[in-house]
């Protein structure tokens, strides 16, 4: 069969990978485009299996809503140059989007990615929320996002909420909420400090005391200083405009 050049697009359009690599796998298929779909397939999952080792530091997060659902992804690549490709960035939202339908992602589409980019491309995160008022933020280099839950106030001033999500990365919602393995560890780095000060040891469990609530106060999101207005917590701004921040999620590559 004669191998044509719409016959090469077509199948290049369908895969994403080179002409050459399309035009060998149809002359292999006899120019069946099912058949040399299937065979670049399988040698991109070979491929996939020599690719898995490498390190995936690079990736896109991408957050998509509907009314009071939200689904975020996190999908990790290889290099910066696929992070910030165009047709990568825009299959990220659209698995968003299939999540927030209620699809999951399957294992192939994920290796289908790979195979299109070259890369190891690992699926990271992916989840759905609920909430009374949503807000979603996703910085501009697509590698941190955040989703802000309130009960009252509007998308808004979820949306500023989430934004100061990922400026501070809170630990927690709420200071009693803070994990406790975090703490022991953060006083027991502040109490060597006391024990190599001149600081009378009498005084000690009053210092780290204090010490204690100023970490869960730093790292709680409610407590937290709001970044747009240091002379507000986020607690005092969700309040100044009828809403309680409820929960939230941080998410980064």
Known sequence: MNITIDLIKQLRDQSGVSISACKKALEE???????AFDLLRKKG????????????????????????????????????????????????????????????????????????????????????????????????????GAVAILEGGNEEIAKQIAMHVTATSPKALNKSDVDQVYIDKELAFAKEELASSN??????????????????????????????????TIEEFAAANNAKVTGFRLYKI
């Open 29 to 35: 298929a006899a120019g069946d485009l099912d058949v």
């Open 199 to 232: 600081k009378p040891e009498s005084i000690w469990d009053k210092i780290l005391t204090g010490k204690e609530s100023k970490l869960r106060s730093d790292v709680a999101l409610n407590s937290q200083s709001f970044v747009m207005n240091p002379d507000q």
């Open 45 to 144: 999952e070979a491929k996939a299996k020599e690719r898995s080792e490498r390190t995936t530091s690079e990736g896109v997060v991408s957050i998509v809503k509907d009314g009071s659902k939200a689904a975020a992804i996190t999908i990790a690549c290889e290099t910066d140059f696929v992070s910030k490709n165009e047709d990568f960035i825009n299959t990220v939202k659209d698995f968003a989007n299939q999540v927030l339908s209620g699809t999951e992602i399957a294992d192939a589409e994920i290796s289908d990615l790979g195979l299109k980019m070259g890369e190891n491309v690992v699926l990271k995160s992916s989840e759905t929320l609920d909430g009374n008022v949503l807000g979603t933020y996703v910085h501009s280099n697509n590698k941190l």
